[in-house]
């Protein structure tokens, strides 16, 4: 669909604005140093890399979407729709593996019935439904929030749509940029003195993600 394909190609022309051999330093030494010396965010990388693509904590826990939503700060989830989503944490860990992403969004997030004090409301949970794709496939899917998707011109579109969208971008532009994801990889090592990031699980997309969390929310 041109229209889709038009979209992809400004959020590649985006990327590369953003990210390349005159913008290298201050990528490593400001927007990525950042998530080291933040105390909440690094924090939250300890369970993040504890929780990614982790088959024995996500069904050794009888409240791993509690743990989840905590960590993430997502809001407006109540304890009963938690309830549904860990009682069928089997299906959803099928889904996600087996990229049945559609069913997956539609099943669970796109109308989920969240009770409130006034009675029960239908509210989309994108920002959920992406982090959790990503958790579980990691090398494939970014892990998007609303200050991402609305840096790059994305802000009329759904979570599923744009989450699909960066994510096909991030592999393209990093398939055309190995040299320079690596070299920022490399010298992100070398200032994480603390080693708050597992290096062995830090995928190339979360590196994007990282970077353009930072730019997102200056």
């Not at 400004?10 to 080291?36: C, G, M, P």
């Not at 398939?175 to 003195?193: A, F, P, Q, V």
């Amino acid at each position: 669909m041109k229209y889709l394909e038009d979209l992809k190609k400004e959020i590649l022309k985006k990327i590369s604005e953003v990210i390349n051999e005159n913008t290298f330093d201050s990528i490593v030494n400001n927007d990525l140093a950042y998530h080291i010396k933040d105390d909440s965010s690094s924090s939250f990388q300890q369970f993040y890399f504890k929780s990614l693509d982790n088959y024995d904590f996500y069904f050794g826990s009888n409240d791993f979407f509690r743990q989840f939503k905590y960590n993430y700060s997502l809001q407006g989830i109540d304890i009963l729709y938690l309830e549904l989503l860990e009682k069928n944490k089997s299906e959803i860990y099928n889904l996600i593996k087996q990229s049945e992403l559609s069913k997956l969004y539609f099943k669970y997030f796109a109308k989920a019935q969240i009770k409130q004090k006034n009675g029960i409301f239908t509210k989309n949970l994108g920002s959920f439904f992406v982090k959790l794709v990503h958790t579980f496939q990691p090398e494939k899917y970014c892990a998007l929030d609303n200050p991402i998707k609305n840096y790059f011109g994305l802000k009329n579109e759904s979570f599923f749509i744009a989450f699909n969208l960066i994510s096909k971008s991030y592999i393209e532009w990093i398939k055309g940029n190995k040299y320079l994801i690596e070299k920022i990889r490399e010298n992100l090592k070398e200032i994480d003195t603390g080693e708050i990031f597992l290096y062995g699980k830090l995928t190339d997309l979360k590196i994007l993600d990282l970077i353009f969390w930072k730019k997102a929310n200056v």
